[in-house]
């Protein structure tokens, strides 16, 4: 089912979307419709992705120094076991 919307925006925003549209061969009505259903989506995505408890409580388990360089220490790991 297809409602229709009445926005009120900037008129250079509206040109400027126009020429866009115009561009990539789509309405403004598509595009508009793909942004709302591409950031909405997004959101329910950001909803569904969670923490489980066990990640959670490993969250902060590890106290390192503030100038602990992991890059380096990953390197020696390395080097160490490809001697």
Do not use: W
């Amino acid at each position: 089912m297809e409602t229709k919307l009445t926005l009120r925006l900037n008129d250079n925003v509206i040109e400027r979307a126009k020429i866009y549209a115009r561009s990539h061969k789509i309405s403004l009505s598509k595009m508009i419709e793909s942004y709302l259903d591409c950031i909405t989506r997004q959101k329910e995505m950001d909803k569904k992705i969670s923490i489980t408890p066990l990640v959670e409580s490993l969250s902060g388990v590890i106290d390192l120094p503030d100038d602990f360089d992991y890059k380096k220490e990953y390197r020696d790991y390395l080097e160490g076991k490809y001697k």
